[in-house]
């Protein structure tokens, strides 16, 4: 079985650096997880009237009102299969902030109906993103996202992009430091840009027997059917 990333990018998937084909090319057959640690260099926010946005995304771990210069982070990506059989990847970034720890939690799933990776946001997978892949010219890998659904009990719609923002994010292999790297911004046409950060760690790969070995508080509250 192919991973997710590998399902999307097909013979580009060995353009990518070899480190960041390890990293994103592992399934839940493979009965690992990737665990980076490191620090942002930078976490902002945009200009005063983008904080609501920010509120607003606390809720659910998504976006937050808050930065800082070398923040601790960890990034945590488990893979398994979600109770509608699909494989998925955990995305699940925790900031140490001097006073408290900011989280931005989502799952990621290949969607045969879409062609395309699908990224649920937040606890509950109420917001489901298309993203598109492609890979940088250092080796990296690049995401944007597209269109967004709404998703909450017999609620579904497409979201207004004027209440969101479009991500643009590339992770990559430093070879000179040995280290990883991301960058991301969240922009919106009309707001300007909305929130960003961008980071250097290192991953160690552990052992996952099981689903039941994967850490709770980062799994989903629920898991979201429709894509």
Sequence with gaps: MKSIYRQVLGSDFNKLHPQIQKRFGFNSNDKIASIGKGVMQSV?????YTLPFLYMGTWRNIMFPQKGKEIPFTIENYAYKDKF??????????????????RFDATMIYSEQRNRIVDYLGTHQ?????????????????????EQRFYEGFLGFKFPMLFSGEANV?????????????????????WGKLFGYEGTFDTEYIIV??????PKDVMPVREEIRE
């Design 170 to 190: 590339c992770e990559w292999y430093d070879d000179k430091e040995q280290k990883f790297k991301i960058s991301v911004v969240v922009s919106n046409k009309t």
């Design 44 to 48: 902002w926010y945009g200009k005063p």
């Design 209 to 214: 027997n099981s689903k039941a070995d994967i």
């Design 85 to 102: 059989g699909r494989e998925t990847i955990t995305w699940v970034r925790k900031y140490q902030f001097p006073k408290r720890v900011r």
């Design 126 to 146: 109420h917001l489901a993103v298309d993203i598109e892949m492609t890979v940088a010219e250092n080796g990296g890998i690049k995401l944007r996202s597209g």
